[in-house]
């Protein structure tokens, strides 16, 4: 069995969906029990590539293999419709829950803003060589952070997705993304087996994190509870503490034992809205880094 997907909303740990060899499973992490949700009628099963939830609205959204997209409802927990759209493989997507709309880098080498209504094409970002494999968002700043196949990110300016800086280190594709943007950090997994810690605000890297033995699939972050998930395509999880001061000789370690729950997973979770919607500028913060620490036995 094989985990492709998974997302959870870490904070106060209450439920989680998983979708595993195309089926779309709804837990409840209080009772340790989960729902297969079917999905609309006449939509084939094919994997499922990404996924992203509105816990607020109780509606996510997934991308699968075949280029579909399909709208789901977590409180009847079942699929609601397929978009009448399709692209090639879908690799990374980005909602705007507020204006249904959501950014999709997918397998025809391209990056589209589509509607989340209709699936109709509202701009296209030709991509001339390389496949948006990861991408993270903040609407209301019209930024985004977007990593590719070849092992780099960038930083755009939206609407016109114009690069206004470039972050280079990681060795292959990145798998993952998950950005703060009030505090200019941003955290990257790629298939280098690595994570990496970045400045936005100089464009580089702060922290190279080790710890997985084969590629990092996705990357899990609550930056407001200071904590991260992350697991590797053999399937081992590592729970990271998030910690603002840095010592140079510092291994880092994980929180607790890993956890291996088979075949390739890929875990995301959902930013807090405080975060996405401040338009305060801090302090700049001149060292963060992901410090683990092993839980007392």
């Known amino acids: 069995m094989t985990v492709f997907k998974r997302t959870a909303k870490m904070h106060g740990a209450?439920?989680?969906?998983?979708?595993?060899?195309g089926a779309v499973f709804y837990w409840n992490l209080q009772t340790g029990s989960g729902t297969e949700m079917p999905p609309p009628e006449g939509h084939p099963r094919s994997s499922i590539r990404t996924l992203a939830c509105d816990w607020a609205?109780?509606?996510a959204i997934t991308g699968n293999d075949d280029g579909y997209f399909v709208m789901w409802d977590l409180e009847e927990?079942?699929?609601?419709?397929?978009l009448n759209c399709k692209v090639g493989m879908i690799l990374s997507l980005y909602p705007d829950w507020n204006k249904m709309r959501m950014l999709v880098g997918h397998g025809?080498?391209?990056?589209d803003l589509l509607s989340m209504n209709d699936g109709a094409r509202i701009k296209a970002y030709p991509i001339k060589h390389y496949l948006v494999t990861a991408l993270d968002v903040s609407w209301s700043k019209a930024r985004a952070l977007v990593g590719f196949d070849g092992g780099s990110l960038q930083i755009w300016g939206l609407p016109m997705a114009a690069s206004q800086s470039s972050l280079r280190g990681h060795k292959g594709s990145i798998t993952a993304i998950?950005?703060?943007?009030?505090?200019?950090?941003?955290?990257s997994g790629s298939a280098d087996k690595s994570i990496r810690l970045w400045n936005?605000?100089?464009?580089e890297c702060i922290r190279l994190i080790s710890g997985h033995l084969q590629g990092v699939r996705s990357l899990c972050i609550d930056w407001e509870l200071g904590v991260a998930l992350s697991s590797a395509w053999d399937g081992v999880m590592q729970?990271?503490?998030i910690a603002d001061e840095v010592d140079e000789d510092f291994a880092l370690q994980p929180v607790g034992g890993e956890v291996r729950i088979g075949g390739v997973a890929l875990l995301?979770?959902?930013?807090?809205?405080e975060a996405e919607n401040s338009e305060e500028e801090p302090e700049e913060i001149e060292a963060d880094a992901l410090k683990g620490k092993q839980r007392p036995t």
Request: aromatic share 6%; net charge positive; glycine share 6%.
């Open 14 to 21: 209450e439920r989680c969906m998983t979708q595993i060899d």
């Open 57 to 59: 609205g109780k509606r």
């Open 77 to 82: 927990q079942m699929g609601q419709r397929t």
């Open 108 to 111: 025809d080498c391209d990056l």
């Open 178 to 187: 998950s950005v703060q943007w009030k505090l200019k950090r941003a955290f």
């Open 200 to 203: 936005l605000a100089r464009a």
């Open 239 to 241: 729970l990271w503490e």
């Open 268 to 273: 995301t979770v959902k930013e807090g809205a």
